[in-house]
């Protein structure tokens, strides 16, 4: 076990990342809670990126460091961030993403304190040219029934948001990294992995900002990301099968129902 400090480890995994990094760095130097470092995972980018982290390791007091390697894929990426971190708590900020205001650090400090937990998920606020700004998962984790049903309904659909979840390292010392096999559902086989063994707390806060745009990995390759969730299932399905049971026999049938009510609303507005 690694003896590691009490801070955030922040990684940043950046390819050609000007357009809006700064964003994301300012949203790090904002934090009232400073005691954290952000480590930057490139992919030898041929723009100015490497000068925008150069600029910020120049004038930050906090821990900031570079790591420049050949693309081998995300998963790849966000495990060497995983294994240079110093910090007690990671979380996965991409460079088109930023934290949602100053105070993020210090509230799931406080979280992490108070409730003695691995893992604290919070919500994440969608945004992008091509869609209306949304909040993930909308606040839903306020509703009791909703914590009773998670890992259920998460056999449904991933709305564990990257850039809100923070993880003790020792997770990853226990559980292993993200499976670099997979290219997109990396998180959604992960969360699958970890969260059957370890004490989580769903905070009903916005924790970050997701830019969702074309250039958005899972946005390119949707039938890729298909295909993993399904295997992300088939792999950690007997981790859960009470879980799994629920959501066969309970869940999936209400989801259908649901879908075909909605739909023969749709179609009987469509007739009139």
């Not at 390791?57 to 294994?83: E, F, K, Q, T």
């Not at 919500?123 to 606040?139: D, E, I, K, M």
């Not at 059957?196 to 890729?224: G, H, W």
Request: charged share 20%; with cysteine.
């Amino acid at each position: 076990m690694i003896d590691r400090p009490n801070y955030f480890s922040v990684i940043t995994c950046t390819f050609n990342s000007e357009k809006h990094l700064l964003e994301c760095i300012n949203s790090v130097e904002m934090q009232n809670h400073g005691n954290y470092e952000h480590i930057f995972i490139d992919a030898n980018s041929s723009d100015s990126t490497i000068s925008i982290i150069h600029e910020y390791m120049a004038r930050s007091n906090a821990n900031v460091r570079l790591y420049s390697r050949a693309p081998r894929g995300i998963s790849d990426a966000m495990n060497y961030g995983v294994n240079v971190a110093h910090g007690d708590v990671i979380v996965h900020l991409h460079s088109d993403d930023f934290f949602s205001s100053p105070s993020v650090f210090s509230e799931v400090r406080d979280i992490f304190l108070s409730k003695h937990v691995s893992l604290v998920i919070g919500n994440c606020r969608l945004t992008g040219r091509r869609v209306q700004s949304f909040t993930f998962p909308s606040g839903i984790f306020r509703w009791p029934i909703f914590k009773l049903l998670f890992i259920p309904l998460l056999f449904h659909i991933n709305f564990v948001p990257h850039p809100s979840t923070f993880i003790k390292a020792s997770v990853f010392e226990r559980f292993g990294l993200f499976k670099e096999d997979f290219k997109v559902a990396m998180d959604y086989e992960f969360w699958l992995r970890v969260l059957k063994f370890n004490n989580y707390y769903l905070a009903n806060s916005v924790f970050s900002v997701y830019r969702f745009s074309e250039n958005t990995i899972s946005s390119k390759y949707a039938n890729l990301t298909s295909r993993e969730l399904i295997s992300a299932i088939r792999l950690n399905r007997s981790k859960h099968l009470i879980s799994y049971a629920v959501y066969l026999i309970f869940l999936r049938p209400l989801i259908f129902i649901r879908r075909f009510i909605k739909v023969c609303f749709v179609f009987r507005g469509s007739i009139r």
